[in-house]
Nanobody
Framework: QVQLVESGGGLVQAGGSLRLSCAASGSIFSPNAMGWYRQAPGKERELVATITSVGNTNYADSVKGRFTISRDNAKNTVFLQMNSLKPDDTAVYYC????????????WGQGTQVTVSS
């Protein structure tokens, strides 16, 4: 089992910045991938960014150049630095962990609300 605890969401004006954090605990094995997904009201959950335990990253086109994902492997923590935020970025942001060493389901955090006002 893996537990994920997110923090850092909130309310910000358009053009502002927020930094999300997600700490993983439990049965953490490398290699693995951690990332962020988001779900806006009435929409499906979508990928924002992922990063593997060796540092390979992947971003949604809508956030490239504005968001940066990083991680601290020693602390099993992943970060999402969000700059130049837009109202369209408003959503619940979910942390995700998936082992790349074993076949199994991904794990999800409880979600943190990000609201960008215009």
């Amino acid at each position: 089992q893996v537990q994920l605890v997110e923090s850092g969401g909130g309310l910000v004006q358009a053009g502002g910045s927020l930094r999300l954090s997600c700490a993983a605990s439990g049965s953490i094995f490398s290699p693995n991938a951690m990332g962020w997904y988001r779900q806006a009201p009435g929409k499906e959950r979508e990928l924002v960014a992922t990063i593997t335990s060796v540092g390979n990253t992947n971003y949604a086109d809508s956030v490239k150049g504005r968001f940066t994902i990083s991680r601290d492997n020693a602390k099993n923590t992943v970060f999402l630095q969000m700059n130049s935020l837009k109202p369209d970025d408003t959503a619940v942001y979910y942390c995700n962990y998936k082992s790349l060493a074993f076949v199994g389901p991904p794990y999800w955090g409880q979600g943190t609300q990000v609201t960008v006002s215009s």
